[in-house]
């Protein structure tokens, strides 16, 4: 794990990457920060997780480590360790951390539940949608108090990492620990109107087959009967009206996605 403190002080604010080594984007921003000699008015703590595993180019070494919190000091399996020292390097902040996806190219934050921090601060970062996700959290950072992800875009590409220090910038500005870029003073980042929010309501399964396809679109609205998806011949229709979420052919192993509600908006 890589840590770097800037600013006097103990950090409140904290930025992670490479929760999984396979999405570099927010290793890249994080030392894009980093090298950035950002004037900060608050300190920070900027965090590169999973090195060995983004050394590896895979996702993780022995566990998932976004499914392991809060760790165990003591396990064999590094991921598991790992969560109980970035736990603990996390601790009194409010964290932004970054990943990336195989099935929507533009960001969206993704949070536990819509508390304070949340409500606060996603409406200043460069995001059209909210994913709340309280059903679907057991083992991930995101369970954890005043903490979001951010889904910076499609894994591996040059787009998703210019993303995420776009949303780590706007992060900053809206904690108060820098100018928003072209302000003079520490500002927050904006604010945008009417960020819609979603909840997920179940996964989609992913019947056996050697080719998939996908044919609705994240976000929008598909109706009872509509075909989205295909698993071979197969097509999966919906029983009723869903907007799917995290929907691609291939990044899951056992499911396509996710069933998802449209719960209202943030002003």
Known sequence: ????????????????????????????????????????????????????????????????????????????????????????????????????TQSYAEPFAVVDSMDEVARAVAPHLPVDAVIQTDAFTEGRLIEHPHTLEV????????GAADNAYWLARAFLAATGVTPAPGAESVVDAGGREDVEVFRLRDRIPKPDAEVYEVFAHNFERVEAGEAFAAAGDEQLRADEPFYPVLLSPYGYRDQFGYVADRVGTIE
Do not use: K
């Not at 890249?28 to 590169?48: F, G, N, S, T, W």
């Not at 595993?53 to 895979?58: G, I, M, P, S, T």
């Not at 003591?74 to 932004?96: F, Y």
């Open 151 to 158: 889904e910076a875009g499609l894994q591996g590409s040059d």
């Open 1 to 100: 794990m890589d840590v770097h403190d800037l600013g006097e002080g103990e950090p409140e604010i904290a930025v992670v990457g490479a929760i999984h080594g396979d999405e570099p984007c927010g290793a890249r921003a994080v030392r894009r920060l980093v090298d950035a000699d950002l004037d900060v008015e608050r300190p920070v703590r900027l965090i590169v997780a999973n090195e060995a595993a983004l050394d590896a180019e895979v996702r993780y070494l022995d566990a998932d480590l976004n499914r392991s919190f809060p760790g165990d000091p003591d396990a064999e399996a590094h991921e598991e360790r790992l969560a109980d020292e970035l736990l603990g390097a996390l601790d009194g902040c409010s964290t932004l951390a970054i990943h990336s």
